[in-house]
C-alpha cells in the first residue's frame, strides 16, 4: 500500500478527507484479483529470437490455454516444452497457480494478465521469473520446477499502520495462527487454507496459505514455516502482511480478504458465510463493504493527528528503518537514499554475485573457516583478482534477521576509519545473508588473548595499542562519525587485528544511532553479550553512549589480564573479572591482576592506569564513567584521573536467591537464550 509523504498544504482536513478516500479505494483495490503484488526477475537473460524465446511462448500458450479453457476445473498447472540448440538444453517449466477459494473465472482472468505482466515488467528477458497477483501466480525457468521447493528470499508486504496496543499479544496470536495453519495447509489434499482468530471484541485476524499442490507434506510445511519466520522482522504489528515465495505464501489482514465458509459444526457465533457472485474476487469487495467502512472510519480518526503533525511540520521525513523496509520490498535491492539529510552512497553498487562468493571461499569449505560468531561463520576467500577477502555467513537459524543485516551494511558502508573494519559488499540472495569484508589476517583478539598458547604473541607495546586503537574507533562512532552510534556488542571476539595487530572494530548488527540531542534510548529486547553489558542495559534495557563504555572498560581488564570477562560461571565460587580486579585493586595491589605470559615486559605505570581507567568505565552509575574521549586523552597523557567506585554488577558467590536477585533471559552472542542469576552491587559489599 502506498506512503504518503510530503505532504503541504494550507488545509490539513482538506487533505484528510482526501487520504480518507484514497484508502478506502486502496482497500478496495487491494481484493481484486488483477492487482499486482510482486515481481521477480533473474539477472540471467535469453537471447531475442532464440530457441528459448520460443520454448518459453509455447510455455506461456500452454498456461494461458489451460487457464481460459479451464481444463479440468484445475487452479494449478505445470507443463514444460523441451528444446535443444547445438546440443545445449533450451526447456522451460512453467506453471500457475490459483488461489484455492477462486472462481474458474477469476482463475481465467488472472493468469493470462500475469502472463502478459511478466512480459511488460521483466523487460529483460530474464531466464528466471515469478510474477504474484491477488489471485495467481505464474512463473518459469530454465531448471525443473515441479515437486520442488524453491529456496529463494520470500518477498513481503506489509499494510500502512500498526498495532499499538497490546502489540505484543497481537504478535503471539498472529504466529500462533500462521503456525496452525501451516500445518494444516502442509497436511491438506489442496495445499489451501484459512483461519480466523479473535484479537478484541473488534479486530479479527484473517489468515491465508497455500502450496504449490506438487509440493510434498514435508516440503510444504517446510515452506510456510520459511515464510512465517520472516513475519517477526518484516511485518511486526502490521496490520496486515504478505510473505511471497515461489513455491508458497502466507498472508493475515484484519478484514475478511476470501471467502469464509463456515463448517458444519461450527457455532452460531461463527463468521457467517459471505454471499457469492459470479463476478468473481468483487464479491469479495462488496460483502465486506460495512466492514470497510467502518475500517475507514477509524482510520480517518487516527490520520487526523497525523495530518495535523504532517501540515504543522512540513513535510514528513524517512527514517533509515522505513528506508530500508520499501528497499526490501521493492527486491532487496537498496539504491541511494537520504538519512538525516545526508546522501548515502550507491549501497547497491556493494551487492556481491552469490556463485562469485561460493567459489572465493570454496563453497564455505571447513578449510577456509576463520572463526564461528554468534550469528554464523567466517570465511577466508579470494577473489578472481587475487584480493583476499573475509566472508561473514549469516546462519539460517541466526537471530539476525535481515533488518539487523541491513543495519550493519549501512552503518559500516557509511562509517570510515581506520579502526573500524572496512566493508566491501554484501549478498542477499537466496536464504544466504553473506557480509564481505577486508581480511584481516590475525583473526579476532578473543583468538589470541585467550589461548594460552598464542598469549605470547601479544606483548605489552601490542596490547597497549590495541587498547588505544579500540578508543580511537570508538571515539570515532560516539563523537566524530556522522551518525553517532552506540555499538552496543563491543567485546573480544569483534576486534579484529590486522597484520600490523592494528584493531578493527567489527560486528554493527545490533548497532544503533543517536540524534544529536540524544543521550540515551530504551529497548524491550536486551541484545548483546553476557559479561560486556552495563547494569542498567541488562536490567532496564537503557542503552547510552555510556553503555559502550562499560563494554569497553570490560575489554580493557581483559587485554590487561588476559582473562575472560564474558561469562558467569556456574561454580559457587567462580570469582569473576571485575570482582577480581576490584578486589586486588582496593588491597593496593592491581598488578596482581596482570597476565603472568607478560612476565616482566610492562610498563607499570602504565598498566595500572589501564587498570584504573577500566574499573573507571564499568562503575554502576553511568554519569560517573568517563567519556570516550576523555578516555583517549587518558590513555596519551599523564594527567590525574579519579578514583573508581565499586562496579555495578557483581556476581554472588553463593547463588541462592534474595531480595535483589533478578533472572532474566536475553540473548548471548550464541543467539541461544539462556537464564542469569546476578546480585546488585549493594549484595556484595
Known sequence: MPKYTNVTTSSPFLVLLMLALCIANTIDRSLAGDTLLKKACSTDSYAPNSTYEANLNATFTSLATNATQGRGKTRFFNTS?????????????????????????????????????????????????????????????????????????????????????????????VGGVMHTLANDVATSSKKYGTKEANFTGFWTVYAEAQCTPDLSTTECLRCLTTANNYFPDCCSSSKGARVLNPSCYAAYELFPFYEITPSPSSSSSSPPQLPTSSKGRKRKSSSVTIALVALVAILVVQLSVCIYLMWSKGRKKLGDAEVLQQNQNQGNHIPSFNYNGEEFPNVESLQYDLKLLQIATNNFSDDNKLGEGGFGGVYKGILPNGQEIAVKRLSVCSNQGVEQFMNEVVFVAKLQHRNLVRLLGFCLAEYEKLLVYEYVPNKSLDFMLFDHGKQEGLDWPTRYKIISGIARGMLYLHEDSRLRIVHRDLKASNILLDADMNPKISDFGTARHFNVDESQANTSRVAGTFGYMAPEYLLNGEFSLKSDVYSFGVLVLEIVSGRKGTSFR??????????????????????????????????????????????????????????????????????ELPTPQQPGLFVCNQFEPGPIIKELETDESSSKSMHLSFCSESSTN
Not at 81 to 101: A, E, I, K
Not at 149 to 170: E, R
Not at 573 to 581: C, F, M, P, S
Not at 620 to 625: I, V, Y
Open 570 to 639: 556456574q561454580s559457587r565460587t567462580g570469582e569473576q573479572l571485575l570482582t577480581y580486579a576490584w578486589k586486588h585493586w582496593t588491597e593496593g595491589n592491581p598488578v596482581e591482576i596482570v597476565d603472568p605470559s607478560l612476565g616482566d615486559s610492562y610498563t607499570r605505570n602504565k598498566v595500572i592506569r589501564c587498570i584504573q581507567l577500566g574499573l573507571l568505565c564499568v562503575q554502576g552509575d553511568a554519569e560517573r564513567r568517563p567519556t570516550m574521549a576523555s578516555i583517549a586523552i587518558s590513555l596519551n597523557s599523564d594527567t
Open 81 to 173: 516444452v523441451v528444446g535443444y540448440d547445438h546440443g545445449r538444453s533450451n526447456t522451460v517449466f512453467g506453471l500457475y497457480l490459483c488461489r484455492g477459494d477462486d472462481s474458474n473465472r477469476d482463475c481465467q482472468t488472472c493468469v493470462p494478465k500475469a502472463i502478459q505482466s511478466l512480459l511488460q515488467e521483466c523487460p529483460s528477458r530474464p531466464v528466471v521469473a515469478t510474477v504474484w497477483y491477488v489471485d495467481c501466480m505464474v512463473r518459469y525457468s530454465n531448471e525443473s520446477i515441479f515437486g520442488i521447493m524453491d529456496h529463494s528470499l520470500p518477498l513481503y508486504m506489509t499494510n500502512d499502520g500498526n498495532i499499538t496496543t497490546n502489540a505484543s499479544v497481537f504478535n503471539q496470536l
